[in-house]
């Protein structure tokens, strides 16, 4: 049975997946979207696979999104009240999965 993959992925972060899901022979389509606490723009990638190409999507995934520390700008709390940078740790990919019942190509 077919499965239809929405994934939730940081922007930057797109273009590796779609690159490493052509490489393995499997396409996608994305929409871009803002949301979450942050507001920060994500990407929707919609992949349709057979069940057993899903373990394989979701390593694609998992690589390019593992946990990514950001360096962040902030102020410490130290004596000569200098600006230092900060590790920032932040998900990078939300992923669904349902039954697809049908799917045409035209």
Request: a negative charge; hydrophobic letters at 40%.
């Amino acid at each position: 049975m077919k499965k239809m993959i929405m994934a939730v992925v940081h922007r930057d972060l797109t273009e590796p997946i779609l690159r490493d899901l052509i490489d393995t022979g499997l396409t996608a389509t994305f929409s871009e979207s803002k949301g979450g606490m942050l507001r920060q723009s994500q990407n929707k990638l919609y992949i349709a696979v057979e069940e057993e190409e899903l373990e394989d999507v979701f390593e694609i995934i998992k690589k390019a999104c593992q946990s990514r520390n950001k360096a962040s700008d902030m102020h410490s709390f130290n004596v000569d009240n200098q600006d230092s940078e900060a590790e920032i740790s932040t998900g990078d990919a939300v992923v669904f999965v349902w039954d697809l019942d049908r799917m045409e190509k035209f």
